[in-house]
């Protein structure tokens, strides 16, 4: 009987800063190596140095390319990791955009407190050397009884779950879940023979609304946008919320199930991103390589304008309503989706659609959850235009979606860490796995380490 030590590094206690350390007798392996994101004091909490010794990690795999999931792999680069990194090839295409970003806000960040960023373009470089891919269901052997196959996530473009397989049994990590059935991507994969299972929690207390109803609340935001001559502002995450909403709002148009009027990603990243999706069509699901093949740019409608300049940018405010602005962060706490909502906050007859998770602590959420003033560059804008969410556009398996996944497993899985999520979402999870399924349901904190017979 063979023994693993498993490490809650990150990722436990919390939605963000996935990182999770297997050690076998020879091997150290990673899974993601993320940033905390969410409170005022994460800024210094990604950079202190790592619980273990960077240098003698053997393999790092990645889920997909969520900053909370990526975020501080350039910093284990700069702290002496030399193994390799395994990913799908479109997580490594998204992944390089995505530090480029970073990098940019790390740098303005730096210099406007007059502080090191946590890493370097050099660093970046170095890191993108050390990266190799590998398809869904390929085999990565990383020892003679220590094997790695990537399973599709569903999440997001390239999104994978890590089946580790050491000695007789395996061992599943989930990364995020996909809110499966999606318009984009192929359904979460369904895996079998798992013994343990370490997933994810983000909505393990939530449930969302439906396809439909998640369609017609949109199309109905919509029309009443065009009625009171209003401005829609979406803050948006650049990886696949910003793709699915296009592609919703391509579909109302075409169908003209409403007016055409003025649409603007104001997003660099969204936008390169999107040609991501683009090159990488093999990797959506057959309904939407159907319609690529057969000349519908899924993407792209009239009217519609990609803003990188940021001249452009400003010139929205002198397009008049009804208008829709898309615009990054997903969480308003950082991004060109700040000006618009210092704009458009105060008039009553604006929307502020909110479509991703809500951090606790971030702008995004204390609008969600009511407050009436919000400080936006130092000024206090008043919150006077209607808040909406809807939950059904999360990227994220809801309750009934999370627990339907580990249900499908029940008769080989032997214990379940519930991880990566509010304390209340994992634990509300954790029981409703323990009573209805009765399998061992585990809720970890991070540092905690659990040895496992392999």
Known sequence: MKKAKLTFVGGAGGPTGSNFLFETEDKKILIDCGMTQGGEGDEATNKEP???DPASIDTLFVTHAHLDHIGRIPFLVKSGFRGKI????????IVELTFSDALSIMDHEAQKKQTEPMYTPEDV???????????????IKVADDLTITLRDAGHVLGSAMIEVKYGSKKMLFTGDLGNSPSPLLKDTENVSGIDYLLMESVYGDREHEKMDERRNLLTDLIKKTIKEKGVLIVPIFSLERTQVLLYEINELVEKNEIDSIPVFLDSPLGIKITDVYERNRKYLNETAQSQFKHGDDIFKFPRLKFTTDVMDSK???GIPPPKIVIAGSGMSNGGRILHHEKDYLPNPNNTLLLIGYQAAGTPGRRIQDGEKKIKIYGEEVNVNAHIVVINGYSAHRDTNGLFDFVEGMKDDVQKVFVVMGEPKASLFLSQRIHDYLGLKSFVPKNGESVTLEF
């Not at 395994?86 to 295409?93: L, V």
């Not at 470089?125 to 085999?139: G, K, P, S």
Request: charged share 20%; hydrophobic share 30%; proline share 7%.
């Open 50 to 52: 790592f619980a273990y």
């Open 86 to 93: 395994y990913s799908t090839p479109p997580t490594r295409d």
């Open 125 to 139: 470089r170095q890191t993108l050397t050390l990266w190799q891919t590998a398809d869904y269901h390929e085999e």
């Open 315 to 317: 010139a929205i405010h």
